[in-house]
């Protein structure tokens, strides 16, 4: 049969509003987590990262989020723009001799204006 | 810095041809990623150097692909033979990885290339 392509979850926001984008990540020994945003035809982009050792990081517009526990994520995009209107990916780094950086599946944000 | 370099940018090729992606990563960085990214499976890595170095090529689809890095400022990714079932964007990032007992203090971001996208018909 016909393959079906994989639908990335969409996120709809106003412009204006508060955007949050959770990612949940599989590897609770992981040590640094990063955000990127990839728009269309670009390679993905670092937004921001945190350390396992902190459970925020804020830079300017977003904030990160980390809670070890659940092995969750999130990205906070104040007064989101409808230039922040992308497809987001949260990366988590395994430690050890052979760390590597994994990704999400992503998310896409649209913003209406 | 001009930031990781690609090419081509866009390569149309024909089945069972072979093709070479190039990459050019950020002076100074020591880990090299080839990334895959297509709808169907998102982005995936391929295999990572360190200080030239394979690391992890596990994520190498099959045989026909092979990468190689003879030096810390340019990489390589083959197919050969190409198929259509290969058709995606490729990307190559670069970052600065620690070492020793530094290694998971000092990992920094990777940045990636503008990508090549790949069409094999």
């Known amino acids: 049969g016909e393959s079906v392509g994989l639908h990335l979850p969409t996120l709809s926001v106003q412009e204006g509003d508060n955007s949050i984008i959770n990612c949940a990540y599989s590897?609770?020994?992981?040590?640094?987590f990063i955000w990127y945003k990839q728009e269309s035809g670009k390679g993905p982009q670092f937004i921001i990262d945190?350390?396992?050792?902190?459970d925020k990081r804020q830079g300017q517009r977003v904030t990160v989020l980390l809670n070890k526990t659940v092995k969750h994520l999130s990205l906070q995009i104040a007064a989101t723009q409808p230039g922040d209107s992308a497809v987001y990916f949260c990366?988590?780094?395994?430690?050890?001799?052979?760390?590597?950086?994994?990704f999400g599946k992503g998310i896409t944000l649209s913003v209406r204006p | 810095d001009a930031g990781v370099i690609q090419s081509p940018r866009h390569e149309v090729t024909e089945m069972g041809q072979e093709v070479t992606l190039r990459c050019k990563p950020i002076?100074?960085?020591?880990?090299l990623f080839w990334y895959r990214q297509t709808m169907m499976r998102g982005l995936e890595l391929l295999i990572y150097?360190?200080?030239?170095?394979?690391?992890?090529d596990s994520g190498m689809p099959e045989d026909r692909f092979s990468a190689k890095m003879p030096n810390a400022s340019f990489s390589t990714l083959k197919i050969q033979p190409s198929e259509p079932r290969d058709s995606a964007v490729y990307f190559c990032?670069?970052?600065?990885?620690?070492?020793?007992?530094?290694?998971?203090?000092?990992?920094?971001?990777?940045?990636f290339g503008q990508g090549t996208r790949l069409t094999v018909v």
């Open positions: 002076s100074g960085h020591n880990s």
């Open positions: 590897n609770s020994a992981s040590d640094y």
């Open positions: 945190i350390r396992s050792n902190m």
């Open positions: 150097f360190n200080n030239n170095v394979p690391i992890d």
């Open positions: 990032a670069s970052s600065l990885a620690g070492t020793g007992a530094a290694k998971s203090k000092l990992n920094t971001e990777a940045f």
């Open positions: 990366a988590e780094n395994s430690p050890g001799a052979n760390s590597k950086l994994t």
